[in-house]
């Protein structure tokens, strides 16, 4: 192993032992600060500054034989960053690729291991900068895109990490195989195993979290001996770039090729996944995106492991709840939050027609209908704190989208668009919420990416399990939320859960809500129903990424 | 957990842990004596008796509905079996198996994993009747119909078991997340973790290693909550019947449906198995047989895991010997054993044109190929030896083959039939051996299932690699043997190995042999090149069998 690289894993060898144990018992942990108090005075108010600097001009990173310039990206609060990027010649660059590959595959397991390790160190302390990057791609709130494109991104790429090293570790790199023959001598034979990385590995990133999804599979790929193509969505570029210059600086530092992490940046008027997806030298594809494209993956791209992260039918089932008003507190920040551009964001809400039990009474159907769009109008009442909450809408067609879905139900809260006190062209609007008849199956039952939620009313608890049900199992979902002060039931939503293959969070009415799943401890996606093809992250995740390959040989016995 | 399924596992206990420990540390282990001395005589004196109980009539099972009787299995020593099949409805079946599946589930880990250590086990006490059967379908000899048939197959599903059981012990049942909030109380959430099976699992066998190849993926699907249906090849339903009765004796005794393992016979005429593939409620596949059919199940199984093991070139590169007879000998054992119809049959021998270095003296291509067909013929000289070790020829179709390929090159060694002195109309052949050119790539570049193999002559080892590294990349191989004095080489074999993603066996020439792979140390196939798109067994064989499901909600900090 390069002396640098195993200057690497000591530095960080504590933290990677503590992340095994952290997803081995899945309770509480992070290595990397969500508070941004705990990070640096200059590093923090520098941030901005830094971020400007970046503007305006090319974004420099390692590229084998560049084909052309390619960056129009522009703020969701309202200015053209004006970066460009270099666009690899496709063919060049897989050759390039995997030239650099055997080296990185004969380091070992540890000097991967010991490289992603101090990537994510450096990532960690740039979040700041990362943060602006992303706000003014993804256009999340400056403090959702410090945490999630910052510390809760890179827990999750370690968390991909600990899975690739434990799922290594557990390969003997030696063994003697002595096998007794009775009154002769034994059988000895030498067998020595190899890790050996599947080939290149695309990782096809999104316009709404270009971090947060994307470690996972750069991390758990890169890890386990695969080059990494990075394809950033063509409006959220530069959280992806800065990152590949990280892990360029640190694989080079550590005597590595650095085009082992290369960014193939494109446009939207001439993409270049599709081809990328069918070359035949890319074993491994993680995709977070829509369903179209994601099933044209898994279909087509047959010469790869494909690991696809769609959307589907976000659902919350309510039977009763103690009291309402925490519960649609609660509910009406996981609508606000980020404007619902969270694959987790719900976007089903049965309630029986007839109304629920609370302990407090009963409330009829339109008083928790009304009860949900009040609390959301409540919340987002404060503009500073509505912006600070709500971001800026991502791309112009969720916008249209809005205004698309107005007519499918009855409105209960209509979406209004506001202004940002410092970015006054910012794309920013709050929550839509229709109620609808358990029939509409067409308004709920078909993703409307946004804030955009309906309140369905079903025949009873029972009716809306049983739609729960159908809905997922055929569109699957990221989430499942439900309240019930019923035992029985509860066990019905738990077992609803198994069935569907969905999360339950049961009964959130307090500081935790359903559309947050942390690192180390929440499974994000199960794998098992269509809204996505695999969790982030679990041993699936990981296992797939490389293959043993033995060698054997007579031997002597000690 | 269900007091039977605990006192199973409470017995196998043991088995269990030593097993986990064995894919753990790859050394030799076995908890399946493969000497039959070390069943009870009566087990092993009674087996043919037993074995002729079965013939001409109908075999047993639970089926939810019969569609059919199905049956007419030959055995390739000479006479019909004449046993019958009820052949389950599909859709019928599927509903049963649906139907029993969340109780499976619902049972646990433990419950599962106790229920297949009793099926082992009562599998391994009955592998005298299981060699019969499998000598009178695959037309294995009976000491390797024996030994492959009954505990090298029991190994195999230990060994998947006791990854499967590795797994899911990787993920805990419970947790309590408790995060800090500063000076405020933390917040803290109870949850559980579930293991959750995909699906209806497909396990189709092969006519050729009916349990050896079935049992991996019967135990891994099993242990990890899938209900599995066993669709036997036409040819070889017996073993396979004798499982499924087996498995169904020891669910219904434990308290569980036992139409959780199902078998699905059908004729060579109407087959099923495109059908059932392509099932929605089919999501896990184990397949082994031809390549047209693995890649059929590949490309449009899409709604299912798909694992394969086809076909490739398994390769023998030879650059340089200490003597050539051990050599000879070793190899043409492996060319002889049940007649070349091992996946793991050596096909494709790489020889410098120019000859080979050996300690005793140089060697011309012509001396070493001589060698090779003089090894092959005295080891075959003694009649009762030669059936012994090669068998019966499974089918038909591969008595064809040995004339079809006499024209591809020179004969070094005609492949002749015998006549066994119990089973007088057996299909006996002993190995045709074939020499060609380097670029006579149409010849021994594609699959020749049976007693056929080539000595290829070559510009230099150099051009051997070379040539086994293109023949191998586009076709695949399971097993890759080489032989050299040179470190240098033998270096270069190992990186031959990796780029190809071939297991290497290495200058064996005692009583080791290139095709026979040792369950919970030799891995069997990689997964990694066009022969087999997965590995029995290891971490990537379970860990998509199953997906975690979760559930969290408010707790109480201890």
Known sequence: MSQQAQQMLDRHRETLDRAVEA????????????????????????????????LKQPFALKVPAVGRQVGAEVSPYGFELG??????????????????????????????????????????????????????????????????????????????????????????????????????????????????????????????FPTWNTFPGLFASLATGNPVILKPHPAAILPVAMTARVAQEVLEEAGFDPSLVSLMPDTAEAPVTKELALDPAVKLIDYTGSNAFGEWLERNAIQAQVFTEKAGINTVIIDSVDQIKPVAQNLAFSLSLYSGQMCTTPQAIYVPKNGIKTAEGPLSFDQVASALAKAVEKFLSDNDRACAVLGAIQSVATVARIDECRGLGEVLLDSESRE?????????????????????????????????????????????????????????????????????????????????????????????????????????????????????????????????????????LN
Chains 1, 2 share one sequence.
């Open 23 to 54: 997803i081995t018992s899945r309770d509480y942990w992070s290595p990397y600060p969500e508070n941004i108090k705990n990070y640096p005075e200059e590093a923090v108010k520098g941030a901005k500054q830094r971020f400007e600097a970046l």
């Open 83 to 208: 970066v460009t990027y270099d666009q690899p010649e496709q063919e060049a660059l897989i050759m390039a690729m995997q030239a650099a590959m055997p080296a990185w595959r004969d380091a070992g397991a540890e000097a991967r291991v010991g490289v992603c390790l101090e990537i994510l160190s450096r990532l960690n302390a740039m979040s700041p900068d990362i943060a602006q990057a992303v706000t003014h791609t993804s256009g999340q709130a400056p403090m959702m895109a410090f945490q999630a494109g910052g510390p809760h991104a890179q827990d999750r790429g370690l968390e991909a990490l600990a899975y690739a090293w434990q799922a290594m570790s557990q390969v003997p790199g030696t063994a003697k195989w002595v096998k007794p023959q009775g009154k002769h001598e034994p059988l000895v034979l030498d067998k020595r195993y190899h890790i050996v990385p599947r080939g290149i590995s695309l990782v096809v990133a999104c316009s709404t």
């Open 420 to 556: 940002h006190a410092d970015f006054p062209r910012a794309r920013i609007h709050t929550p839509l919420l229709i109620k609808v008849d358990a029939n509409q199956r067409d308004a709920y039952g078909e993703e409307r990416f946004g804030p955009i939620s309906f309140v369905i009313a079903t025949e009873s608890t029972a009716h809306s399990i049983e739609l729960a049900r159908e809905v997922i199992g055929e569109k699957g979902a990221i989430t499942l939320g439900a309240y019930t002060n019923d035992d029985a039931v509860a066990e019905q939503f738990e077992q609803l859960a198994m069935d569907v293959a969905a999360p339950l969070s049961l009964n959130l009415d307090r500081g935790v809500f359903v559309n947050q799943s942390a690192a180390f401890s929440d499974f994000h996606a199960t794998g098992g129903n269509p809204a996505a093809n695999a969790s982030l992250s679990d041993q699936a995740f990981v296992a797939r990424r490389f293959v043993v390959v033995q060698s054997r040989r007579h031997g002597q």
